[in-house]
């Protein structure tokens, strides 16, 4: 990770305004774009300071998840919202074949899961629902001490 990815990720605003200077936007190859960070941190100033500077709001890293996903991940309603009025793709898959909202189910994002359902995310088909259900109960056993 870069500076540029770092100061993203954490929010601040003047270091990124330095940084993007510098920093040109990279090749879609590496492992994940300081717009990925900033919106799973729901940096949404950032995520606009990265945009306007050319980095592409629908960058995809090497897992097939664009910036949409980690704001998800993160549980970021707001990054989420700001991605899907922009060109977030709200049914876009990874390479696993997951949508954002799929991955908000996932981690347990509610608040992202609901928002992305009434507004273009689809449904989780039941199969997955049952997946994800046996992947959460999983962790909370790893949790659990003595289990």
Same mark, same amino acid.
């Given at each position: 990770?870069?500076?540029?990815?770092?100061?993203?990720?954490?929010?601040?605003?003047?270091?990124?305004?330095?940084?993007?200077?510098?920093?040109?936007?990279?090749?879609?190859?590496?492992?994940? +774009?300081?717009?990925?960070?900033?919106?799973?941190?729901?940096?949404?100033?950032?995520?606009?300071?990265?945009?306007?500077?050319?980095?592409?709001?629908?960058?995809?890293?090497?897992?097939?998840?664009?910036?949409?996903?980690?704001?998800?991940?993160?549980?970021?309603?707001?990054?989420?919202?700001?991605?899907?009025?922009?060109?977030?793709?709200?049914?876009?898959?990874?390479?696993?074949?997951? +949508?954002?909202?799929?991955?908000?189910?996932?981690?347990?994002?509610?608040?992202?899961?609901?928002?992305?359902?009434?507004?273009?995310?689809?449904?989780?088909?039941?199969?997955?629902?049952?997946?994800?259900?046996?992947?959460?109960?999983?962790?909370?056993?790893?949790?659990?001490?003595?289990?």
């Amino acid at each position: 990770m870069t500076a540029l990815h770092y100061a993203a990720q954490e929010g601040h605003q003047q270091c990124v305004a330095i940084l993007i200077r510098v920093i040109p936007p990279f090749p879609l190859d590496i492992k994940n +774009t300081p717009l990925h960070l900033a919106s799973r941190s729901g940096r949404v100033e950032v995520m606009k300071q990265l945009a306007d500077a050319g980095w592409p709001l629908t960058a995809v890293n090497r897992a097939g998840a664009t910036p949409l996903h980690w704001a998800a991940m993160g549980g970021s309603v707001v990054a989420a919202e700001w991605l899907v009025q922009r060109c977030g793709n709200p049914l876009v898959k990874d390479n696993l074949g997951r +949508t954002p909202l799929d991955i908000a189910v996932l981690f347990g994002c509610h608040e992202v899961e609901t928002w992305l359902t009434k507004n273009g995310g689809s449904v989780v088909r039941r199969e997955d629902q049952y997946r994800m259900m046996v992947v959460r109960l999983y962790n909370v056993c790893l949790a659990t001490p003595g289990s």
